[in-house]
Each structure stands twice: as C-alpha cells, then as structure tokens.
C-alpha cells in the first residue's frame, strides 16, 4: 500500500468516525420518554390516537387499546414519524359500538428499557351530524336525548331508573355503575348506532358489558317502550349481580327474569306455554341454557317457559331464591348448583316440578337421526371393477343403514389412484420440460 493509498485510508476512516460521531449521540439523544398523548373519533369512520415524541422516536413502539368491558387488550406495531406517532383505527372496517370507552397507552421499548405512557380514556360517541346531545341524570340512569325530545327522554330516563332499583332489590346487588341510555328519534340513526347484524325488530338493544342502552322512540306504542325498558335494563343489573370470570348464567333465567320483569308476572306468558305443553312441544331447558331457537315460535317459547319458570320460583320459593341463585352465580356456580342454592333442590328436581305444573312430563332428548346413503344418481361406471356399482338407473338406497359390499368406497379410492396418476404425469411432465430448457445465462 502506497503512501497515497495509506492517506486515502486514514481520511475514509475519519469520515467514518465523525459519520460514526455526528450519527452516534443522535441515536442516544432519540427516545426521550413521552410527551402529551391524545385521542379523538369520528363515529362511523375511525378513533385516532397520537403522541408526542420530545426526544425522537423508540427503537420499538406500540399503541395499546383496552376496550372497556371486554377481556384482553389490542397491540399495534406503530411507526413513529421523527417526533410524533398516530395510530388510527378504521371504524368503517371493523364497527365499534358508540359509547364504547376505550382505554389507551402507548408503549416504547428502547435500548431494553420498556416506557408506558399514562393510561387515558377515549369515549366513542356517536357525533353523526345533527345529533346534538344533551343528557340528565335520574336515578342510577344517565339517559341522552337529541332533537328536542328531552321530555319523552326523561320519561324512559325515569322508567329505567324505576327499574333498576326493582332489579337490584329483586337479584340483591346494587349496580356497578350508571347505566347510559341513548333515545334515538329515527329508524335509521337508531340503527347505525347498532351497527351491523341489528335484528330488523328491536325496539331496544342493551350492551351490557357498555352498561349501554339505545331505544328507538319509534320502535312500538309508549307501554311497549317502556315494558322493552324495563326488560333491557333488567339485564344490565343481572349482568352486574351474576359476574364472574368462570360461568354464564343459563339464558332462559336471564331472559325469563327480564320478561317476567317488565310486568311483575308471567301471566301473559302461560297460555302459550300451556298450548305447547298440551301438543307436547316444551323445551327442555338444557336445550336454551345457551342460545334459544333462531325461529319465531321456538324463541317466543323460550322466553315464556323462562318467564314463567322464574315465576314459579318466586311463587313457590319466595323472592330471596332470585337473590339467592344470583349469589352462587356471581361466586361462580354452574346453573345446577345455583338453582338448588336458592330451591334447595335438585335441578332435575325443579324441571319435573315445571313441567308437571303444565301437566306435562320432562322433554326428553332427541337422538341423531343415522345419515342415510347418498340418493344421487352415479354416472356410468367403468366395468370390472370387481364390485356391483348403482348404474345412472340405479334405485337410491331405500335404507338408512349403510349397504354392505356397496363398493362405492372402492370405486373412490379407485378414482382416486386414477387422478392422483394424472398429477404425477403432469408433475413429471413438467421437471422434464424445465430441463430441456437451455440454462440460464449470466
Ligand atoms: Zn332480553
């Protein structure tokens, strides 16, 4: 190496060492910690989430979503601009539920040191134009109202709240929270705040775990409404009185308390039970401890024997059994054991005891019908495959047990080895192909 070259070296060293300086102390300059973080929605289109970066950016950095009421938490990789980073979510693609209330923070890991920002609140509201709410306190209920319709809000406002305070006297548990109830004026603001797969027939929608009501004015007659109210807020206080991290409570004690709720009976819930029972349709109640039937008459009928189930209960064993069964749920019983903590007795015991009381017996359980053989006509099938094969004219299995010796499988299994031949043709086919192509140059 000549001198020249030598000099040459030591001056591209030196760029290198006032590169590796001017670039070194910026990167131990970069994260500094947190500045003001902030968030903002627009209903319908997306929830932006920001923070400040005084120092610059982190070697990693994270925005971490809690949407209030619901277990776990949502983790995004953020990339970080030079002194901020926003995070957006798209509200058009993945709908949230207006007052939603999502908890925020912001997570940097940076030279193996791990910074979480201060956890701060964004309430998802529904700001569609022309919504100006306003909203009032009654009771455990803040109810919110639009468009002048404060009286008729405060009306529902005041039915919710009336009760709320018979549902935590009944289940013996005082609400966890305020309960926000949203009166909406028309059909279609009303559903755009449920989003996607609404039921076309509501009048209300509860969210619970948002301890969230909407109603829409015009969802039915002023006695519907405030009956539809009771029901919905029933279920915020017997979703407060049953929580716990292990068991759901069965659904036909949920619905059935919400429905014999609204009136204080189950009157007008026994003609129609009764008429089941007398055509032995009952349901068993094991059969709507998870979901209820999807049809019409099947659901009207679940809610009625729920109804009139927990009728029975606080007629036969007096209010304190509601109160009772919704303490073994909330210290994380099964249905069984929760049932018999307020009877004293047996489940089993309580379903005979119900069902005699329609003068009908216990629902038994259905069977799998066998899957028969298929009925589709084959087309021709090859001779000499050594098994009878059902011809295009071939009858359809008359029986629903499989016919021994059919051979359809082996007929498979033939077409199988067939096709499976053409693949390996083909596969075959093509390597030769691909090397009595010239290689390539370069
Ligand atoms: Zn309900």
Redesign the pocket.
């Known amino acids: 190496m000549g001198s020249l070259a030598r000099h040459r070296v030591l001056a591209l060293a030196g760029v290198i060492a006032v590169v590796v300086l001017v670039v070194h102390p910026v990167a131990a300059l970069g994260f500094s910690g947190f500045g003001a973080t902030s968030a903002d929605s627009t209903y319908g289109a997306q929830l932006r989430f920001t923070v400040q970066l005084p120092g610059g950016a982190p070697e990693k950095l994270e925005v971490l979503l809690r949407f209030i009421g619901s277990d776990g938490t949502f983790v995004a990789p953020v990339q970080p601009g030079a002194s901020s980073a926003e995070y957006v979510w798209d509200a058009a693609a993945q709908p949230v539920t207006p007052n939603t209330k999502i908890a925020y923070r912001w997570r940097a890991t940076d030279g193996g040191t791990v910074t979480l920002s201060p956890e701060k609140t964004l309430v998802y509201d529904d700001d569609r134009p022309g919504l100006d709410w306003q909203a009032a306190r009654i009771g455990d209920t803040t109810v919110h109202w639009y468009g002048g319709k404060e009286s008729e809000a405060r009306h529902f406002g005041q039915v919710s709240a009336n009760a709320a305070a018979a549902a935590e006297k009944l289940l013996g548990h005082k609400l966890a929270g305020p309960i926000d109830i949203f009166v909406y004026v028309s059909r279609d603001e009303f559903f755009g705040a449920l989003g996607p797969g609404a039921r076309e027939w509501t009048g209300a929608a509860t969210f619970p775990e948002l301890r969230t009501i909407f109603m829409w004015l015009g969802g039915g007659s002023a006695s519907y409404l405030e009956r539809t109210m009771t029901?919905e807020v029933t279920?915020v206080v017997f979703h407060d009185a049953t929580a716990n991290p292990y068991h759901v409570p069965a659904t036909w004690f949920n619905?059935g308390l919400?429905v014999w709720s609204e009136q204080h009976s189950a009157a007008d819930q026994e003609g129609q039970v009764r008429s089941a029972a007398g055509s032995g349709r009952l349901l068993a109640f094991e059969g709507i401890t998870d979901s209820f039937p999807i049809d019409d008459v099947g659901a009207r009928l679940a809610y009625g024997e729920g109804a009139t189930m927990v009728a029975m209960i606080i007629d036969t064993y007096g209010r304190g059994a509601i109160a009772a069964i919704a303490a073994a749920w909330r210290d994380g019983a099964g249905d069984d054991a929760a049932l018999q903590a307020g009877t004293g007795i047996p489940a089993a015991q309580l379903y005979d005891k119900y069902f005699a009381s329609f003068g009908a017996s216990a629902p038994t359980a259905v069977s799998p019908a066998p899957i028969p053989d298929s009925n589709v006509a084959l087309p021709p099938q090859p001779k000499g495959s050594g098994n009878e094969v059902p011809g295009p004219t071939g009858s359809p299995a008359a029986s629903p047990a499989p016919q021994p010796g059919a051979g359809v499988d082996d007929l498979a299994l033939l077409v199988a080895i067939v096709v499976a031949g053409l693949f390996v043709g083909i596969a075959v086919a093509v390597v030769m192909a691909r090397r009595s192509q010239p290689p390539p140059t370069g």
């Open positions: 029901h279920h619905e919400a």
